[in-house]
C-alpha cells in the first residue's frame, strides 16, 4: 500500500451566487467577512479516506465553498495499510460502544502509520482540522509547531470501551479545540482545551442533492430494473452492522406482507477505510437473490451521486434504519428533496427531523415496519411531512451553515 499522505484538493468552484439565494443576507455577509479576516490563513483537512461515507462526502464540497470564499484550504489523507483500518474500524466502533480487547500490537500499528503520516504531513499550514480516529494522534507526532489544531469527532462517543477511550484521551486533549456534532456525544472525562459543537451539513448545489426532473428520475430508476409505478423503499447507507441493513430487509417483508407489490433498494458504497463492507454486502446480496423486489447496488455497479439522488427523489419513503448514528447525512439529504423519512432513534438522526414528525423515529423492526405502513398509505402525509423537513434542513444543516461555524471556530483558535 502506498505510504504517506496524498492531496486531494476540491476541483469543483462553489458557485457562491447559488448559495446566496438559500441564505439570508445577513448570514452571508458574516460568511464573507469571517473569510475575509481569515485571508492568508492556511487551513488544512486530514481524513483517512477520498470517498464513501460521509466525512469524505462533506470535505468533496466543504473544501471547494472555503476556497470559493477566499481561504487557502487543502484536504489531505493518511494512507495506512488494511490491518490499520481493521484497527481503526475497531476504534470507530468502539466509541460508538462496541468491545474492543485493545492489545499492545494495535496500539503500535496505529501510532506507527500516524507517526509516519504527521511526517509526510509537512509543515505547511497554520490551521489543521484532523477528521475522527483514524488519524487522530498525528497532533502528538506533529512535534511543537506553532500550527493549531482541532480534532472534529464524526462519531457519538459518548458511552465508548473504556480501553479504547483511555488509549485515545491523552491525544485528543493536546488538541487546541475538539468538535462534537452535539453535546451529548461528548467522550467522557476528555479534559479538553476547548469544546464546540457544530452539526454536520449537506450541499443542496452537489449532484447529489441537485434538483432533477421527475421524469429522469423514474427513467433512472425503471434502467436499473426496478418498477417505478409500484411503491419503493430506499435506504442509502455503507454496508455497516451499525446502520442495521439486514434489520431493514426484515422490515421491508413485514411491510410486503400487507402492500405485496412493495419493493425495496439498498445503496451502498464501499469505503476504503471500511474493511467490514463487504462482508455485509455479501449477506445482503444473499437475501437479494431470493427476492425479484429486493435490489442491492453499490459504486462498484456505477451508482454515484446522480443514481443516489434519482433513487431518493423517486421513492416513497426513506429508510435509515441505524443503530448508532453520528448524523447521518442521509437523512437530511432526503429531507431536503421533500421525502418522508423513517430512521432509528439514535445519535444525530433525531435533530434532523422536524419535531410533528418525530414519531417516524424508531427503536424496533416492528416499529420500522409500522411507520412504513403507515406513510406508504397515506400520500398527503408523505407530502406534508417532506416539506417540513425541506424547511427544517433548510434552516440548520445545509452547508452555508457549516462553513460559517467553523470559521468562527478557526477565529477563535488564532486569536
Ligand atoms: N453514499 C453514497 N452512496 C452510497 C452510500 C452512501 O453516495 O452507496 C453517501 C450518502 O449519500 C451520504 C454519505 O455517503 O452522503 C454517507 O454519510 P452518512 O453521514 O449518512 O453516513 P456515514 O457513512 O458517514 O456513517
Sequence with gaps: PKVGIGRRCGAIQANLDGYRKLMSEEAYEELRTLAKELEGVKVCHVNSTAAGGGVA???????????????????????????????????HNALQGGHYGLGKAAQDLYLTVNERSAKALGNDYDVYIVHDPQPAAIRHFAGPRDAKWIWRCHIDSSAPDKEVSQFLRPLLEEYEAVVFT??????????????????????????????????????????????????????????????????????????????????????????????????????????????????????????????????????????????????????????????????????????????????????????????????????????????????HVRRHFLMPRLVRDELRLIKQVLE
Design 182 to 391: 452535539m453535546s451529548q456525544f461528548v467522550l467522557p472525562q476528555l479534559a479538553a482545551k476547548r469544546v464546540a459543537f457544530i452539526a454536520p451539513a449537506i450541499d443542496p448545489l452537489a449532484t447529489k442533492n441537485m434538483d432533477l426532473p421527475e421524469d429522469l428520475c423514474r427513467r433512472a430508476i425503471a434502467d436499473s430494473g426496478v418498477d417505478p409505478t409500484r411503491p419503493l423503499l430506499l435506504q442509502v447507507s455503507r454496508f455497516d452492522p451499525w446502520k442495521d441493513p439486514l434489520g431493514v430487509v426484515r422490515a421491508y417483508r413485514l411491510v410486503k406482507e400487507a402492500i405485496p407489490t412493495v419493493q425495496l433498494v439498498l445503496i451502498g458504497a464501499m469505503a476504503g477505510d471500511d474493511p467490514e463492507g463487504w462482508e455485509i454486502l455479501d449477506r445482503v446480496e444473499e437475501e437479494a437473490a431470493k427476492d425479484p423486489d429486493l435490489f442491492v447496488f453499490t459504486n462498484l455497479a456505477g451508482v454515484g451521486s446522480m443514481e443516489v439522488n434519482a433513487f431518493q427523489r423517486g421513492c416513497d419513503v426513506v429508510i435509515q434504519k441505524s443503530l448508532r448514528e453520528g448524523f447521518g447525512l442521509v437523512v437530511s439529504e432526503a429531507l431536503w428533496k421533500e421525502k418522508p423519512v423513517v430512521a432509528g432513534n439514535t445519535g444525530g438522526i433525531p435533530m434532523q427531523f422536524p419535531e410533528p414528525f418525530q414519531k417516524n423515529l424508531v427503536d424496533s423492526v416492528e416499529a420500522c415496519a409500522e411507520r412504513l405502513l403507515h406513510l406508504l398509505q397515506r400520500p398527503g402525509e408523505r407530502g406534508e411531512f417532506g416539506r417540513a423537513g425541506r424547511e
Design 57 to 91: 462526502e462533506l470535505l468533496a464540497r466543504y473544501v471547494p465553498m472555503l476556497q470559493a470564499l477566499g481561504v487557502q484550504a487543502d484536504w489531505r489523507l493518511i494512507h495506512g495499510e488494511p490491518d490499520f483500518f481493521a484497527i481503526t474500524k475497531a476504534f
